[in-house]
């Protein structure tokens, strides 16, 4: 359970256009962190930046006390497992997709994924089990089931570092509760990094960043940060 760190991070796409402006936050080691903001607050860019997209014109990302800039990019991306907002699924049978974030999706990662507790309670959630096809031929699945599906495909590759960027923002509110519980449950004691815009979708983060125009604008416990609203 390592802990990420961002120390004076400045990035941005453009030369002229700064997108984060010295940026510092830690998350403890299997600690659960959120950050909010505002669209286009630079939200997103924090994990590309983590997954090594890019990396920062200056300051440092550290994973456990070291630089990802001098670790090998597919080491880094080894240790984190991301759930994006709209996860593209292979048309594919639910086991298919669920054990390619293992070793390949042969036979007996499908055979070991199937078994795996940690993704069991994503896995009892979809309407029908893992030699269904799902996708264009197959079984339609709805926004949720889509995102259980990935999430549980990130889950089976057990990554220390969990982050989730929008995974559940496009959902309706109940299936999103549902699937954080669920996730809650599971990833305690994961280092998790959780994205959002809204405040209801990060009530089980410890401490929550509130970024604005690439700095931290507030940070403060989900009843803190209630309260200053
Ligand atoms: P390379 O072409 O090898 O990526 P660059 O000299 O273009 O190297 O720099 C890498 C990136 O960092 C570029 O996108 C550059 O615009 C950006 N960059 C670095 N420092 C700054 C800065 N202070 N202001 C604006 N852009 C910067
Ligand atoms: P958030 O996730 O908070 O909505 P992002 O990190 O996605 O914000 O984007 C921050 C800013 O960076 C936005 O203004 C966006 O337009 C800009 N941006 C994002 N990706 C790129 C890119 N590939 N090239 C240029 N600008 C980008």
Redesign the pocket.
Known sequence: RPTVAFENVVF???RD?T?LNGLSFEVPAGDNIAIV????????????LLFRFYDPWSGRILIDGQDIATVKQASVREAIGIVPQDSVLFNDTIGYNIAYGKDGAGEDAVRSAARDAAIMPFIEALPQGFETEVGERGLKLSGGEKQRVAIARTLVKDPPILML??ATSALDSRTEQDILATLDRISRHRTTLS?A?RLSTVASAHEILV?DQ?KLAERGTHTDLLKMD
């Open positions: 941005g796409y453009e256009r997108i903001g505002p669209s286009g607050a630079g939200k997103s860019t924090i994990a590309r960027d929008e994205i815009h970024l690439g």
